[in-house]
């Protein structure tokens, strides 16, 4: 089965970048859609951006369109989530998430079956 661990986040100023990572082991990574979650304290967990397992399609929430990226190397078992232009919104621990490459890329957290742990991005102002 595999394991995602996520890696990157850390505090950051308001209009800086930052780089997430979301590293896959113990299974067939290039079988999965993978997308970033995000949750901020009190909040329900949010969608922020998916790629399909070939990277020839990808979608992004509304909040994050034109600042972040979503990419994938599949030959490292590797996601990213580059992003630029963070606001004190985007504080969040952010969350990556795989599951099978059946149909079209989901938005909802509840299509997604494997998870990692998180890693915090707290956007100073």
């Known amino acids: 089965q595999v394991r995602l661990v996520e890696s990157g986040g850390g505090l950051v100023q308001a209009g800086g970048s930052r780089r997430l990572s979301c590293a896959a082991s113990?299974?067939?990574?290039?079988?999965?859609?993978v997308a970033w979650f995000r949750q901020a304290p009190g909040k329900d967990r949010d969608f922020v951006a998916a790629i399909n397992w070939s990277a020839t399609s990808s979608t992004y929430a509304d909040s994050v369109k034109g600042r972040f990226t979503i990419s994938r190397d599949n030959a490292k078992d590797t996601v990213h989530l580059q992003m630029n232009s963070l606001q004190p919104d985007d504080t969040a621990v952010y969350y990556c998430?795989?599951?099978?490459?059946?149909?079209?890329?989901?938005?909802?957290?509840?299509?997604?079956?494997?998870w990692g742990q998180g890693t915090q991005v707290p956007v100073s102002s």
């Open positions: 113990g299974g067939i990574f290039v079988n999965y859609h």
């Open positions: 998430a795989g599951r099978p490459p059946v149909g079209a890329l989901p938005t909802s957290h509840l299509s997604y079956r494997t």
